[in-house]
Nanobody, 124 residues
Framework: QVQLVESGGGLVQAGGSLRLSCATSDHDFHTYAMGWFRQAPGKEREFVASIGWRGTTTSYGASVKGRFTISRDNAKNTLYLQMNSLKSEDTAVYYC?????????????????WGQGTQVTVSS
């Protein structure tokens, strides 16, 4: 069982920035592809970004491309999501997820483990 713990969420004004973190104690973190997803009230879960195990391959959802950056530090077993130029429509619960078996990219059903989520609220 891989436990993932998100942090860094909060309330921010439109145009501001936040950095989310997702930490694990799992020693195989460096072998997993990872992803960020989000879900707003009354909406479907949405793909935000994904990153390969080495950190050299990334993919982004259309609504965040150019504003968000996914990264990882395998030495610290931590995944990050830097969010800039935040908009009110970015308000959601953000989840990190681990894909231990390959590269699922934007497919949520391909991820094996999920964190509990962290709330991001952007005020306009």
């Amino acid at each position: 069982q891989v436990q993932l713990v998100e942090s860094g969420g909060g309330l921010v004004q439109a145009g501001g920035s936040l950095r989310l973190s997702c930490a694990t104690s799992d020693h195989d973190f460096h072998t997993y592809a990872m992803g960020w997803f989000r879900q707003a009230p009354g909406k479907e879960r949405e793909f935000v970004a994904s990153i390969g195990w080495r950190g050299t391959t990334t993919s982004y959802g259309a609504s965040v491309k150019g504003r968000f950056t996914i990264s990882r530090d395998n030495a610290k077993n931590t995944l990050y999501l830097q969010m800039n130029s935040l908009k009110s429509e970015d308000t959601a619960v953000y989840y990190c997820a681990a894909d231990i078996s390959g590269w699922s990219g934007s497919r949520a059903d391909g991820y094996d483990y999920w964190g509990q989520g962290t709330q991001v609220t952007v005020s306009s």
